[in-house]
């Protein structure tokens, strides 16, 4: 098969292997060491001198982590959207109680910093502000650059900047510390080509700073224990051990590659990707400016339906990509290029796409 | 390594392997099918003809997860302890705002459902009950037939009942309809001999009434989207897939063992490193009546800390035990005989105790 959906992604041989090794104690010098070297690496990747930790649970487990540790009932919270997983992000604030203030961008569009500024400045009361670095369901890449000047030049009266990089991290740039993100979520069976199951958050000192008021109930996701736990080689609760193989695995990977390497990479496949669905006669649903490097959306031809199409390219190629979301359902297909995935999987897919639109 | 611990527990090879299978999507009807087969061994292990739910997290989050769908802020909670573990179930409930009346049982001793049946008449608004089957910490096993009888002698006024069943499920006999248990909470890393990262939930009508009217945020937990989703073979949001393929494979050869000859070996196993224990002059911490079938602790020897033992017995003979929590950390080990474990793994382990503690 080749798998085209954005997460979970296909693993690489020495990632499979990984994770039939033996099971061992999670309150051990072994699985301290584990531990260290996977956060070691994320680290890295997330490029911050700050925190970041390994949560057993999803991306939106992740998102849920980063919320319920900063905010309490009540709240202001900006949510920025252009998309599902926007949406779900504020979804997930509005649960826990706080009183939050939508800005949406049009599906297929990134989100636009000055409006944000706007926004903020219409809403001074924000105290947290929520965006999607990597729009999933509409394969847009929000630049975040534009973003994170517009939030210094606020200084100290900024809200606490969250950022779901669920499908982004490890595939794309996000300088954490030099943008000046807070928390920073991303999800191990995206770009990090390992199982799913391990979500990592990434969190400044301003967080821990925001997160000493928040009086959101938390105990599982609770940022605190986590730390606790962290300092001594270990996590509150039992962790997804075997998966954590895999990512050991994974990491090892992406640090020979490299970031710079890995980003050109993934930015190759994006326009290999598009220039052979335009090719093919396909109007693509996001512009050449904010197209993600990570997942592409393209319309089916008008006369044709997506799950059919999608159907199809499963039976008689081995290729599985996503459909649209919502209304988009039967409009689009999304196509994921990230992670474990190279020009003759792009190829591959373009082919057995052609096969299938033209009979 | 012999490794012993509570959990997480040794893979048989057959799980190890199928760790490793290919990614799939998990919005397709291979994962439906996957999905399907772990549910319906698990409701058989569960013995119940209600809803039985794989949510992705440690079993702690399985717990949460239980709390926060039945409760609303200031509820009042009976949670019945006998060592850390209840103590947990205690402390996630008051993190979610419940009214907690805790009644505590000494460690190394069980909870006596008299006792639980006066203290419910004491306090008559308690609206949920917690208590756990097998206490972890200290090896005892809460015989709770006595407490379902308990509480079906109080007719519709009973609480609902909810039971962590993490170390005891799929080892132990625990017929979830039979008794009445409303939510059944349970995880993958223990008797069913699978890595760590998945949480089982078995939930009664019963729970699903009182659920409609929990007041207690939750997104990512939210049972009722858990059910809407299982209901076209998918989950909400991402889950664990590869540990999936593992448990898959643990259930199939726990279903060729069956349930009946599972609890035997069980018994067995917690009688014959019990005997050998004591013909190594050591003395247990729970008596013969409470032992739990999945755990055993042990005292060390008075002059002995048990973080020295356990040490030697990882570094000369490979064996990994756990040691007391608490104020018991250095006087007991504790040591697991639950899921992939033979006669032979408790002999190899009380030989090498044996060498310890005669050096």
Redesign the interface.
Known sequence: ?N?R?P?????PPQV??A??????????AEFAALLDEVTRQLRRFLQTKGDVFVL??????GL?AALVNVLSPGDCVLAVSCGVFGQRFA??AR???ANVQQLDFPWGQALNADAVGQALRRYPDTRVLLTTHNETSTGVLNDLAPLASVLRSLGTSRPLWLVDAVSSLGAVELPMDKWGCDLVIS?S?KAWMA???LAFIGVSARAWEFGAQAR?????W?LDSVRRYAAKGQT????????LY?LRASLASMAEEGLPAIVVRHHRLAEHLRAGLKALGLRLFAGEAVASPTVTATYVPHEMLATVVQQRL?VEHGV?V?TGQGALKEKLLRIAHMGYCSMEDVDHMLKALRSVLQQ
Chains 1, 2 share one sequence.
């Open positions: 098969m798998l959906i997460g979970p992604t296909p693993l499979q292997q994770l039939g090794q033996d099971m061992i104690s999670h309150r051990g057993t649970g999803s991306g939106t487990g849920e979804d997930i649960a826990f109680g999800a069976q199982p799913p199951g959101c109930p938390r105990f599982y609770d509150p609760f039992t962790p997804a051990v075997s998966t895999a499963v599985v996503a």
